[in-house]
């Protein structure tokens, strides 16, 4: 993978097809012991809605409960924040790309210190999702 941090997100390109890189993405979600609570297929409700043909571009919405207990026991408004997001998307070029939001970043509009150690718990779990599904 080529990883980089971006303005607020983490991940890069991978060399894998877009099927096998949503496939991998879960499996390494569960790994760090978040769940999927959402899946949205940005491709098919682009083209339901709006008629418009992209590329293939999946919001996987994942939360690890035990995080997000401390994250919202610290700041009750937290959940406007939740859940992590994790993009995997084919670009018009082929390539897939997986990339995550950087928690230290959404977390900081916040204003909350009890919540850095959270999202560097957050980031370091994300960062192992990223690095596994680069395999």
């Known amino acids: 993978m080529h990883y980089?941090?971006?303005k607020y997100g983490l991940g890069g390109k991978?060399?894998?097809?877009?099927?096998?890189?949503?496939?991998?993405t879960k499996e390494a979600l569960k790994g760090e012991g978040f769940g999927v609570l959402c899946e949205i297929d940005v491709k098919a409700i682009m083209k339901?809605?709006?008629?418009?043909?992209?590329?293939?571009?999946?919001?996987?919405g994942?939360?690890?409960?035990?995080?997000?207990?401390?994250?919202?026991?610290?700041?009750p408004d937290l959940?406007?924040?939740?859940?992590?997001?994790?993009?995997?998307?084919?670009?018009?070029?082929?390539?897939?790309?997986v990339k995550a939001i950087e928690p230290g970043k959404m977390l900081s509009i916040?204003?909350?210190?009890?919540?850095?150690p959270v999202a560097q718990q957050?980031?370091?779990?994300?960062?192992k999702v990223l690095a596994s599904v680069a395999g």
């Open 4 to 6: 980089s941090v971006e």
């Open 14 to 24: 991978v060399n894998l097809r877009y099927e096998e890189a949503v496939e991998k």
């Open 48 to 60: 339901a809605k709006l008629d418009v043909d992209r590329t293939p571009y999946v919001i996987l």
């Open 62 to 75: 994942a939360c690890n409960p035990k995080l997000a207990h401390q994250g919202l026991s610290a700041e």
């Open 79 to 97: 959940g406007l924040l939740l859940p992590c997001n994790v993009v995997v998307y084919q670009d018009d070029q082929g390539s897939v790309w």
């Open 110 to 116: 916040v204003e909350n210190p009890a919540l850095d």
């Open 122 to 127: 957050v980031r370091e779990k994300l960062e």
